[in-house]
């Protein structure tokens, strides 16, 4: 039973990323997703300051503010202080996450978050966080349900916005000339990254998250050119991924996040050498045949 | 405060080698670091900092202890890989250069992870402090450690020296230095040795996620203060050398604070202070002078209207209501009679009651103004053949930027014209 709960909450986390993930690489900024993730760390050190316990809605919400906040940061240094972009990046997320490292080292006694959830969380703990109704039955694991509902609220988001989304992404100028904000969709699919990872950051930390949050995305992209098609394969090379990863976690006796993140490289060398349309074999063949 | 002199006195000895091996490791990094950021490869930096991970992992697997060549060496191939694969995946797939650094990024890290905790559990007693690697503890440094790492960080420095212009040609203009034959591909490639190398050491003091961090913020806090490249690199140093003795006096009064955090956050410190304070190019700096211009665009355009007015009475110096300068361009009147006010204090116009006057120099300098604006529209429709119905809005700008030699050479050039495109006559000082 517990194998199960760990790699259901791994898929929904992995699905979670994954439909993000594929707006984030199709934009260009797989390195913002990736600096957010780093960021929210302080977010969630105060938010759990703040309210005493880890999977409180504050703790959503502050998170939400800091994605937004370091997206902001990071363009005000591009546009205002004119820094070149990837420069923008590094120096704003290296900083926050000092920071919340530092907070956690601090608070050491008051927070319950070591620097090693940090890196890779702590989902093989995930069954033993259950939720016990109040006649006494035990229902299964708290994370279970948090990660169930953030999907759904990825799934709604994504499918009631997904016109605007998808035109914001693919013709910004086009989505502006008739009237979408392409400004309020960037920082909504942002709020919605720094949410996802403050909820993936118990079961698998606040770096290995961009490896969900980037590697099914991109694998999916050498797989498909219908972008339906590509969020739903996404979703699948999530699951995948954290299936394999935790049976690899289990063989060799190591951190299953980190299984699970080498898992989801393996398919996207997978996919890079077999892949019908893009793979690296089928394009020698072409060349050969003709 | 005690502590403060206590460490800065270096009595200890042990107080001495850490602080030297700070230094060095975060100098270095900084002046490594400093060619990433003009390559403008900063996130490669990163990815190569994640990406040592495994390579760290296995180089302990292969020795059996944390021997620290063994511990460069797999670094320095894992590292070496994952430039590799970005580079690979970049130009061989449709993915993006964005998406390959993070996929490459965060794949190797967990790779690593996976390793170190293969490791952990593997009962070697010689394992403990490779997660040191994580978030760095440059207070761990001793003895024989810190010997390789200074002969890493002094290597790195005697190459940087050697290679010094061929590294800044490539950064600034790779296509002219292939076109004078250097071996662009070389110098790329020990580039990249270097900041793989650099990387490698520079871990001990901050750790693999903050590695990002000493390599390119000393750079870019650097750049805001000089467009001199050596300047910049003997800045990028020294605010790396700050942040590392300043990690190293924490680890030494604090020894339960990570180490590598406080660096980063004294040097990003550094870095918000250039990038808001620095006087040319700081936030602040720019918004100053971009005040100033347009207090000046808008004083002279108030000018040229009041005597573009006077033009028409043949009479410079009679008074206007407010009105009668919004009737010729739109000012909200509050803004207008700040304008007016400031001009009055600097002795351009005189105010009675409700009325406003250009004085002598004020009509002097209106004057200037107008007869640049006209130069120049006349300028662009002979020399440049532009229609003369196009030529206003590019004279409406040169009008306050033309400095007084500029303006001379275009009256010799001209020959002293009497009339504009559009028939208006050109005033001169001297009639």
Known sequence: MNDLYIILTASLVSASCALLGCFLILRRMAMVGDAISHAVLPGIVIAFLLSGSRDSVTMLIGAGIIGMFTTFLIEFFHKKARLQTDASIGVTFTWLFAIGVVLISLFAGKVDLDQDCVLYGEIAYVPLDVIITQGGINIGPKALYVSGIILIVNLLFVSLAYRKLFLTTFDPYFATAIGISTTVWHYALMGAVSMTTVASFESVGAILVVALLIAPAATAYLLTDNFKTMLALACLMGVLSSITGYYLAVWLDGSIAGAIATMSGVHFALAMLLSPSHGMIYKKLKTHIH | ?431
């Open chain 2, 1 to 431: 405060m005690n502590a403060l002199w206590e460490f800065l006195s270096f009595s200890d000895p042990n107080i001495r080698y850490v602080a030297l091996g700070s230094v060095l490791l975060t100098a270095s990094s900084a002046i490594v670091g400093s060619f990433t950021f003009l390559n403008k490869k900063s996130l490669v930096g990163d990815a190569i900092a994640h990406a040592v991970l495994p390579g760290i992992c296995l180089g302990f697997l292969m020795a059996g202890t944390k021997n620290p060549l063994a511990l460069i060496a797999g670094a320095f191939i894992t590292g070496w890989i994952s430039v590799i694969l970005v580079e690979y995946i970049t130009n061989k797939t449709r993915i993006k250069e964005d998406t390959a650094i993070g996929l490459i990024l965060s794949v190797f890290f967990g790779i690593g992870i996976l390793m170190l905790t293969v490791i952990q559990k593997g009962g070697n007693a010689s394992q403990s402090g490779l997660d040191h690697f994580l978030f760095g503890k440059a207070a761990s440094l001793v003895g024989s450690d810190l010997i390789t790492f200074s002969i890493v960080a002094i290597t790195l420095l005697v190459v940087v020296f050697i290679l010094f212009k061929e590294f800044s040609l490539l950064a600034f203009d790779k296509d002219y230095a292939r076109s004078i034959g250097l071996p662009v591909k070389w110098i790329e490639l020990s580039l990249t040795s270097l900041i793989v190398l650099a990387v490698v050491i520079g871990i001990q003091a901050v750790g693999v996620v903050l590695m990002a961090a000493i390599l390119i913020t000393p750079a870019a806090a650097a750049r805001f203060w000089t467009d001199k490249i050596t300047v910049m690199f003997l800045l990028a140093s020294i605010f790396g050398a700050i942040s590392g003795l300043s990690g190293a006096f924490i680890s030494y009064t604090a020894p339960a604070m990570p180490t590598g955090p406080w660096i980063v956050i004294v040097i990003s410190t550094l870095a918000f202070i250039s990038f808001f304070f620095a006087p040319s190019r700081g936030v602040i700096g720019r918004y100053i002078r971009q005040a100033r211009i347009r207090k000046t665009i808008n004083d002279e355009n108030v000018l040229k209207i009041i005597y573009q007015l006077g033009e028409e009475n043949k009479n410079f110096f009679i008074p206007r209501l407010t009105d009668e300068i919004i009737r010729k361009r739109f000012y909200e009147k509050a803004a207008l009679v700040k304008i007016l006010k400031r001009l009055t204090r600097q002795g351009y116009v005189e105010r009675t009651r409700n009325l406003w006057g250009l004085t002598e120099e004020g009509k002097n300098r209106a004057q200037r103004i107008v007869k640049i604006h006209r130069l120049w529209e006349l300028y662009l429709t002979t020399h440049m053949h532009i229609a003369p119905d196009h030529v206003h809005e590019d004279a409406e700008t040169i009008e306050h930027l033309l400095t007084p030699e500029l303006e001379e050479q275009l009256e010799q050039l001209l020959g002293y014209p009497k009339v504009d495109p559009h028939q208006s006559k050109i005033p001169y000082a001297d009639n």
